[in-house]
C-alpha cells in the first residue's frame, strides 16, 4: 500500500492492491453527482452532499473540499474519491470528519451500485481509517449505520472495524425515541490503548438489592 499525503497541500493519495483513495477533481463532478442520486445513497444517507443538490452543486462541494484539504482542515466534513486503478472510473467515496455531535472522527463510505458487492469499501476504508489515525494522530475512529444496512454492517467487520454498541436515537424536537444506530469503533494498529471495548475489563453485572 503506497500513501503520500501533504497536509496543508490539498493532496490525498493512497493506494491499495485495486483502488487509489484521492481528492476529487472538477472533472469528477458527474460521478459525484451519480453517487448522490445512487438508489441505496439515497435510502440511508438523502442528505449526502444535501438534500437538494443539483448537477450544478457538485463542482461547488468539490472546490469546497479542496479548500478545506488545503487549509489543513482535520474537522470538517469531506469526500475522497475512490476511483479503480484498472478501469480509472470514479466506484465510490470515502466521508470524513469530526462527528458533531459525537466529538469523534468518524468515517463514512458510499459506492455506486453497479460496483457494490466488490469488496470496494471495505478495501479503501482499511487503508485510510489506517493512514489517516497515524497523520492526524488518532487512537481510532468510528463508523456509525443503520440497523437496516445489513451490506454496510458487513463492510464495517470486513474494514476492521468492531461493533462497539447499538444505539437509540433519541429525538427532543420529537419528544420520543427514533432510529437505532450500530456505532463501530476501529482502532489505529499501534495504539497503547488496553481498555478498548467492553469485556477488556471485567464486568460483574448490575449489584442486585438484597430486598427486591
Known amino acids: 500500500m503506497r500513501n503520500d499525503f501533504q497536509k496543508g497541500a490539498g493532496y490525498m493519495h493512497i493506494e491499495t492492491k485495486r483502488l487509489i483513495v484521492r481528492d476529487f477533481r472538477e472533472s469528477d463532478s458527474e460521478a459525484l453527482y451519480k453517487?448522490?442520486?445512487?438508489?441505496?445513497?439515497?435510502?440511508f444517507v438523502p442528505d449526502f452532499l444535501d438534500v437538494d443538490a443539483g448537477p450544478e452543486?457538485?463542482?461547488?462541494?468539490?472546490?469546497?473540499?479542496?479548500?478545506?484539504?488545503?487549509?489543513?482542515?482535520?474537522?470538517?466534513?469531506?469526500?475522497?474519491?475512490i476511483e479503480h486503478k484498472t478501469s480509472r472510473l470514479v466506484v465510490g467515496c470515502l466521508c470524513f470528519a469530526r462527528n458533531d455531535m459525537l466529538f469523534e472522527y468518524e468515517l463514512g463510505w458510499m459506492?455506486?451500485?453497479?460496483?457494490?458487492?466488490?469488496?470496494?469499501a471495505s478495501e479503501a476504508a482499511e487503508a485510510f481509517a489506517e493512514y489517516i489515525c497515524e497523520k492526524c494522530a488518532l487512537d481510532y475512529l468510528i463508523v456509525v449505520m443503520d440497523v437496516d444496512n445489513p451490506a454496510s454492517?458487513?463492510?464495517a467487520?470486513?474494514?476492521?472495524?468492531?461493533?462497539?454498541?447499538?444505539?437509540?436515537?433519541?429525538?427532543?424536537?420529537?419528544?420520543?425515541?427514533?432510529?437505532?444506530?450500530?456505532?463501530?469503533?476501529?482502532y489505529f494498529s499501534k495504539c497503547t490503548r488496553t481498555k478498548k471495548f467492553y469485556g477488556d475489563v471485567p464486568y460483574y453485572g448490575r449489584t442486585v438489592n438484597s430486598a427486591e
Not at 468539490?62 to 469526500?79: K, S, V
Not at 459506492?111 to 470496494?120: D, F, I, S, V
Request: hydrophobic letters at 30%; glycine letters at 8%; one cysteine or more.
Open 111 to 120: 459506492m455506486l451500485g453497479e460496483h457494490a458487492g466488490n469488496g470496494y
Open 57 to 81: 452543486d457538485a463542482v461547488r462541494f468539490i472546490r469546497e473540499f479542496d479548500r478545506i484539504e488545503a487549509e489543513g482542515d482535520t474537522e470538517t466534513w469531506r469526500c475522497y474519491a
Open 153 to 155: 454492517y458487513r463492510c
Open 35 to 43: 453517487l448522490k442520486t445512487d438508489e441505496q445513497v439515497l435510502k
Open 157 to 186: 467487520l470486513k474494514a476492521g472495524f468492531r461493533l462497539f454498541e447499538k444505539r437509540t436515537v433519541y429525538d427532543y424536537s420529537l419528544g420520543r425515541y427514533a432510529d437505532d444506530y450500530y456505532y463501530f469503533r476501529r
